[in-house]
């Protein structure tokens, strides 16, 4: 029989405490423990990550920057990731993503959230983030990271609330006492728009390889004035063509810098994250691609649902009663959006479930399956 | 014997389906925090009840701590059986996303694992319901629990066989996933099933460690007592479950049909055939939430992702819109309609039925379709 009993007790505390947890896991199956000690205290979770909330303050009229202090089973991240963060609004778990802003170095989590017009997670968190609150969190993903060794010149180009994953990465630097030069160039539309302004020209007076240089885009005063153009980075960084730069921000920024570093031929050197909200579907014909990251397999849209698109490319999923009652063919969507044909309710968010029977995707979808 | 697709015209099941449809409509737009609350507070009562009773068992040679403790540890069970465990695995909380509500993820106190589970019941059993041949839910492959299943003396002991699996219910259901009949008969292979036993072993070795081996040793002496403690609890919630479910499909008056009869179904053609074969059980507000809502089999097998706590607040509804249809809503209080199963149990283990053929009464809804035109 399956029944899992510790084989023998591990010397050491830590091994004790193993075999403990697993006995506990077997005597509380199928629920397992996190399931019971969160009745306790949502934070003493052992598998899942959470985070709870122990300072809020307000940089910004439309941000919040909150401090997290992590559960057990985070095991850190590298500067430049993101971490998935959940809250429930109305009885529905909402997922987001988000850069820290805070060093590696250290175990607490600062994130910075924009407010965004309709946004029903930022907005959510903007308006009700209170010490106390309790967040679920994931492990942290994304390659828009430092390699190791670091390089000797680093350029950090951000705009608006794409200073989050930058403005880490600068503060990784600064703890690890990086040797080499470094320039924060930062694009904002007004002065009152600089997030972390006071600590970064605090930041500059003290490390001497560091440049700060803020760029207003609507009013004068700055370091710089206007829009990105090729010349400034003459100007702020005349190495860069020897520096790696990384960057982040809207998409006309991404693309002005990407063209200037294409032309040049410096591809390469340019690391790019970009926090491109889900692009509103259109009604009408089918368009974009399908793929089935399990498979491999990628189709164009031909407007039916997932299950008979599948199928039709040669795929053979679970499925069951075909009609949206049975929940067989449920998989995770990864990405893009699609339109449930009973409701006619459109799921845009990334890594959420769906019923394959019953969702016809809008545009470029990406199941896993 | 009255077709299925006799009772009511094309047009009439055609805006009976609109009307159940829209129906679902509304409670799907209305499904917010107020229903997650609930299922999240019935998760921490039943949650609670199973580490009371547990604990309880650990002062066991004390009797009426004992039977406490069992009491508990029977509520407990069939709390996440009935009301968590069968709800949240017809995705009735998918929606809102929260992993522990998962219909894929959620996994529950009984043999049968929750995946070989989803298959048989969400799948075959509510998409086939009272279709004979197809719903292996009818007699469980044990049982003859329609005039439909050919008689063989084997029958003679349906009663036997039926208190058997009223006893090990969570034995029956555990093994009902294994399709067995369908593998005597040649049309399954036992290797296609390879997942479904392997999935078996895991789970049931897992459930019954905790409860007859862990449980009992960790209360030293008491081991014997802990061991029959968990017995009894397993035990209530399988005669529990098995008399909620069965007085679901099988009083008499609920109808069952033949794979020819529900071929190429339209959407409210499925809806009445959800209605005709299923039966209400009438009580109180904590009777319902000890059934899992099963109590309103009617409402659960016309939307059964829909959070089973909405289903006595559309009874109602559905009752009015099953009367203006002139459709049978089959309901009674519970030992109605137990002693409406046991004597189907009882009559059904001797030959009987499709031999016999009796006059059928015309369908009243056919009937007064003809006088509206007539007038």
């Keep these: ?369 | 014997m009255t077709g299925l697709q006799d009772r009511l015209t094309p047009e009439q099941v055609e805006a009976f389906g609109r009307e159940m449809d829209e129906l679902r409509q509304r409670i799907v737009a209305d499904l917010g925090k107020e229903d997650v609350d609930y299922i999240q507070n019935l998760i921490r009562t039943q949650r609670a009840l199973e580490v009371v009773g547990r604990g309880l068992l650990f002062a066991g040679f004390f009797p009426p701590a004992w039977i406490a403790g069992v009491g508990a540890l029977s509520l407990s069970k069939i709390l996440d059986n009935m009301e968590i465990g069968h709800n949240v695995m017809h995705g009735q909380y998918d929606w809102t996303r929260i992993p522990e509500l998962s219909s894929q993820r959620f996994e529950w106190d009984t043999l049968a694992p929750a995946e070989n589970w989803r298959h048989s019941h969400n799948y075959v059993h509510h998409t086939y319901t009272n279709v004979l041949d197809k719903d292996r839910d009818i007699g469980y492959g044990i049982l003859r629990m329609d005039e439909g299943q050919k008689w063989h003396p084997y029958y003679l002991g349906n009663p036997v066989y039926a208190t058997l699996l009223a006893i090990f219910f969570q034995w029956g259901v555990m093994l009902h996933d294994l399709e067995v009949e369908k593998v005597l008969k040649g049309e399954r292979k036992v290797s296609e099933l390879k997942e479904v036993r392997a999935r078996i072993l895991r789970k049931a070795g897992r459930q019954l460690g905790k409860d007859y081996l862990l449980f009992p040793a960790l209360t030293g002496p008491l081991a014997p007592l802990t061991f029959l403690g968990n017995a009894t609890a397993n035990l209530t919630r399988n005669l529990w479950a098995f008399a909620i479910i069965f007085c679901g499909h099988f009083p008499a008056d609920v109808e069952s049909f033949t794979e020819e009869e529900t071929e190429n179904e339209t959407r409210g053609q499925w809806y009445l055939r959800q209605i005709l074969g299923s039966a209400n059980i009438e009580g109180g507000k904590l009777f319902h939430i000890l059934s899992g809502n099963l109590s309103h089999q009617i409402e659960h097998h016309l939307f059964p992702d829909i959070p089973a706590r909405r289903y006595p607040e559309i009874a109602g509804e559905v009752r009015a819109i099953c009367a203006k249809y002139g459709l049978p809503y089959h309901a009674g209080p519970l030992r109605k309609q137990l002693a409406s199963v046991a004597k189907k149990i009882v009559k059904l283990a001797l030959p009987g039925g499709r031999s016999e053929p009796s006059p059928e009464p015309e369908p009243a809804t056919v009937k007064r379709e003809r006088e509206l035109t007539a007038a």
């Design chain 1, 1 to 369: 029989m399956a029944v899992q009993v510790p084989r023998r007790l591990r010397r050491g505390a830590r091994g004790r405490a193993r075999s403990l947890a697993s006995l506990a896991e077997a005597l509380l199956t199928p629920h397992g423990m996190d399931r019971y000690l969160e009745l306790l205290d949502p934070m003493l979770v052992r598998r899942e990550i959470r985070g709870v909330v122990t300072a809020v303050r307000r940089q910004t009229a439309d941000t919040v920057t909150l401090t997290v202090r992590p559960s057990r089973a985070w095991r850190g991240f590298s500067a430049g990731q993101y971490v998935r963060v959940s809250v429930d609004i109305d009885g529905v778990r909402r997922t987001r993503c988000y850069s820290p802003t805070c060093s590696e170095h250290g175990g607490q989590l600062e994130l910075t959230v924009k407010a965004q017009e309709n946004g029903l997670v930022s907005g959510h968190l903007h308006r009700h983030a209170a010490p106390g609150m309790v967040l679920g969190l994931s492990q942290p993903a994304g390659e828009f990271t430092l390699p190791a060794p670091r390089p000797r010149r680093v350029l950090l180009i951000s705009g608006g609330s794409g200073i989050t994953p930058v403005l880490s990465m600068l503060r990784t630097l600064v703890d690890e006492g990086h040797r080499g030069e470094v320039v924060f160039l930062h694009y904002a539309n007004t002065a009152a728009d600089v997030l972390y302004g006071a600590e970064l020209t605090e930041l500059a007076q003290r490390h001497p390889g560091l440049r700060v240089v803020l760029a207003y885009t609507h009013e004068r005063g700055g370091d710089l004035h206007g829009f990105f153009e090729p010349a400034q980075l003459r100007e702020v960084a005349p190495w860069y063509r020897e520096a790696q730069t990384y960057l982040c921000g809207p998409l006309p920024l991404l693309d002005s810098v990407r063209a200037t570093f294409g032309s040049e031929g410096l591809s390469e050197q340019l690391h790019t994250e970009e926090f491109t909200p889900p692009p509103v579907p259109a009604d009408g014909a089918a368009h974009g691609q399908v793929r089935f990251t399990h498979s491999g397999r990628e189709i164009a849209n031909s407007g039916k649902p997932l299950l008979e698109q599948a199928e039709d490319a040669g795929l053979r999923p679970e499925h069951g009663c075909r009609m949206g009652i049975c929940f067989s063919c449920t998989k995770v969507k990864t990405s893009g959006c699609v339109r449930n044909a009973r409701t006619g309710e459109l799921s845009p968010e990334d890594n959420v479930e769906i019923q394959l029977c019953i969702s016809v995707p809008v545009g470029d979808v990406e199941i896993n399956a």
